[in-house]
Every structure is written in structure tokens, then in C-alpha cells.
Nanobody
Framework: QVQLVESGGGLVQPGGSLRLSCAAS????????MRWYRQAPGKERELVAG????????NYADSVKGRFTISRDNAKNTVYLQMNSLKPEDTAVYYC?????????WGQGTQVTVSS
């Protein structure tokens, strides 16, 4: 079965950095587009970044462009989200996502808190 397991969240000061990881299993990772979403308290879940199966193309929400970088290692079945210059408004639970064969799969999420 498809499993997505996020890690790397935590508490960081404004201006700091974190790298999130999402370990995937149960499907042929190298053939699927992968996404990171986030959900802040009281807000809807929003798309943060996406990456093609080869890693050759990426896209980002306007709010994170120039600060966040999505990447993947198909040999390790892992997708990453490098987050730099973090702001308090980046505080949210971050989720890894894949759509496979018409179904949506989500990880359990990892909390990122940006606060001094």
C-alpha cells in the first residue's frame, strides 16, 4: 500500500531554515509527480510546491518562491522541501502528497513552527 512519511519539522526562529523529507513506499516513486502542501490553523490546505517525476521541472506557490526548494532522490524514494528565510506565516503542518490511479494519498504531516 502507498505510504508517505514526512519528517524534519520543528521549531525555528524567523529567518531560519529547515529541510523536510518525505519517504515514499508502495508505488513506483520515480514515475509520479510529487507535491508538498501545508495547512495553517483555521486555514485551508494549500499547495506549496510540486516536482515532476524526473525532477526536471518544479513549481511553487508565490508565497514561497525564492525561499523554498523542492527536490527528489528517486534512488531513495524521497522528496524534500528545503525551506530558507522562514517567516511566522510559514507556520503550518506540512504534508506530502501523491495522486495515483485516481486516488489521493497524504502523509501524516509534520509540524513547522516559526517563532522567536
Amino acid at each position: 500500500q502507498v505510504q508517505l512519511v514526512e519528517s524534519g519539522g520543528g521549531l525555528v526562529q524567523p529567518g531560519g531554515s529547515l529541510r523536510l523529507s518525505c519517504a515514499a513506499s508502495g508505488f513506483t516513486f520515480s514515475t509520479y509527480y510529487m507535491r508538498w502542501y501545508r495547512q495553517a490553523p483555521g486555514k485551508e490546505r494549500e499547495l506549496v510546491a510540486g516536482i515532476t517525476n524526473t525532477g526536471g521541472s518544479t513549481n511553487y506557490a508565490d508565497s514561497v518562491k525564492g525561499r523554498f526548494t523542492i527536490s527528489r532522490d528517486n534512488a531513495k524514494n524521497t522528496v524534500y522541501l528545503q525551506m530558507n528565510s522562514l517567516k511566522p506565516e510559514d507556520t503550518a503542518v506540512y504534508y506530502c502528497y501523491v495522486r495515483r490511479r485516481g486516488y489521493d494519498y497524504w502523509g501524516q504531516g509534520t509540524q513547522v513552527t516559526v517563532s522567536s
